[in-house]
């Protein structure tokens, strides 16, 4: 079986970090693994307080992962010190990681800041020039590339300086009013349109976690770049389809949309 590592946060109301990766990667058929860079308070509404792992806790749980069950592919989410993200570059260059997902995690769906700001500029030192794919959203390009982002000539223009900067692919996601979740791909010098439909749903609470954890699956897999964003694009289309409404806020997904089996089955009332 195919083994997949998210390295990110672990979300208590369970819709995004850790668990909406563990759920995305056993639904996109591999096994999933984790290496935990914090503990979080949050719900649909907000981030309450954030727990930091120690820079050597969070090595030792890389170097035991990559020690025993060495993964096919490494999805990289919220990572919100300097300390963290070189103990991760650091590990990922020594274990000879392969098939690097990085969704550049600095505010959450509720608006809550994750990332602190000396952060930032060692994040895009340290982990872009390592990274297979990056995943930003509009914000999050903004603050990689020094753009403003109002079109989609502004996305081609930011794909570029970020992929060529750092030399690794991008996938600029649409949204936030840009086009109706049309996502560009950024691949050595060649750009690809993924066409997306708005679905009417508030709830996008772990979109951006979803989405990198089911292309870093199908990575793992095999398929192509373009493959695997393919893959995950029509992975979230569904989860989000599927209208789940849960919490006061912006809530999660339905991650298990497509699970079938007589142990996901309800007790149907007499």
Known sequence: MRTALSIAGSDSCGGAGIQADIKTMTMNGVYAMSAISALTAQ?????????????????????AVFEDIFPDSVKIGMVSSSELVCVIADRLKYHKAKNIVV????????????????????????????ATLVTPN?????????LSIKSKEDMLKASKIIGDAHGCTVLLKGGHNINDANDLLYENGEYHWFEGKRIDNPNTHGTGCTLSSAIASNLAKGFTLAESVQRAKEYISGALSNGLNLGQGSGPMMHNFNLK??????????
């Open 43 to 63: 719900n649909t509404t907000g981030v309450i307080a954030i727990l930091e792992a120690t820079p050597e806790f969070l090595k030792q749980q890389i170097d």
């Open 103 to 130: 969704d550049p995690v600095m505010v959450a769906t509720s608006g809550s800041s994750l990332m602190k700001t000396d952060a930032v500029k060692t994040f895009i030192d340290k982990l872009l020039p390592i």
């Open 138 to 146: 509009i914000p999050e390009a903004q603050v990689l590339s020094g």
């Open 261 to 270: 089996s007589y142990f996901a089955e309800e007790k149907i009332s007499d």
